[in-house]
T-cell receptor
Framework: NAGVTQTPKFRILKIGQSMTLQCTQD?????MYWYRQDPGMGLKLIYY???????DKGEVPNGYNVSRSTTEDFPLRLELAAPSQTSVYFC??????????????FGEGSRLTVL | AQSVTQLGSHVSVSEGALVLLRCNYS??????LFWYVQYPNQGLQLLLK??????LVKGINGFEAEFKKSETSFHLTKPSAHMSDAAEYFC??????????FGAGTRLTVKP
């Protein structure tokens, strides 16, 4: 049972480069999220999606873009990478419906370094 | 703004001692509450969740948490720490469908 799968696990980028972090889930969850985790800061929400074709900004969306063409996939694109984007990125998903607590299921993370 | 506060970024206990990790949230309406654990180089795993069915919630690995509405708290406890409990623990609160807020995390160290 795969759950939430993220690729790549590690990546080093040069300033100004672009890349896409891939995320796919096989649980038929309607909601998907991208978080970044920085030491001592917990997790900050970058973008989320409530279903295919619908995305919205979270707390820290600047410098990122997302798309959701299918229920399963929710890629995160970094345009013009900056050192401030050095972080660990987590994709998560959940099923949101009446009476469900909506706990998140997380991928294993993607560690990105921008030099 | 809604927030989640975890008191103590680092907690150190001896093996066999009580574990107490503190979490307070800002809300007058009881939301959904969660504790997650993160082992090194891994994603977050659900430890337990508050669903309003009972104020004392039992989770995996012997952890439990008590919801106290009057104190807006959801502290995590375990009677006897084990070396394998060393990890980072996150309290999280779901305020609505789109908004799951996380605390800054507490790193638990267990000394032999």
């Amino acid at each position: 049972n795969a759950g939430v799968t993220q690729t790549p696990k590690f990546r080093i980028l040069k300033i100004g480069q672009s890349m896409t972090l891939q995320c796919t889930q096989d649980m038929n969850h309607n909601y998907m999220y991208w978080y970044r985790q920085d030491p001592g800061m917990g997790l900050k929400l970058i973008y989320y999606s409530v279903g295919a074709g619908i995305t919205d900004k979270g707390e820290v969306p600047n410098g990122y873009n997302v798309s959701r063409s299918t229920t399963e996939d929710f890629p995160l694109r970094l345009e013009l990478a900056a050192p401030s984007q050095t972080s660990v990125y987590f994709c998560a998903s959940t099923a949101v419906y009446r009476g469900n607590t909506g706990e998140l299921f997380f991928g294993e993370g993607s560690r990105l370094t921008v030099l | 703004a809604q927030s989640v506060t975890q008191l103590g970024s680092h907690v150190s206990v001896s093996e066999g001692a009580l574990v107490l990790l503190r979490c307070n949230y800002s809300s007058s309406v009881p939301p959904y509450l969660f504790w997650y654990v993160q082992y090194p180089n891994q994603g977050l795993q659900l430890l337990l969740k508050y669903t309003s069915a009972a104020t004392l919630v039992k989770g995996i690995n012997g952890f439990e948490a008590e919801f106290k509405k009057s104190e807006t708290s959801f502290h995590l406890t375990k009677p006897s720490a084990h070396m394998s409990d060393a990890a980072e623990y996150f309290c999280a609160v779901r305020y609505n469908n789109n908004d799951m807020r996380f605390g800054a995390g507490t790193r638990l160290t267990v000394k032999p």
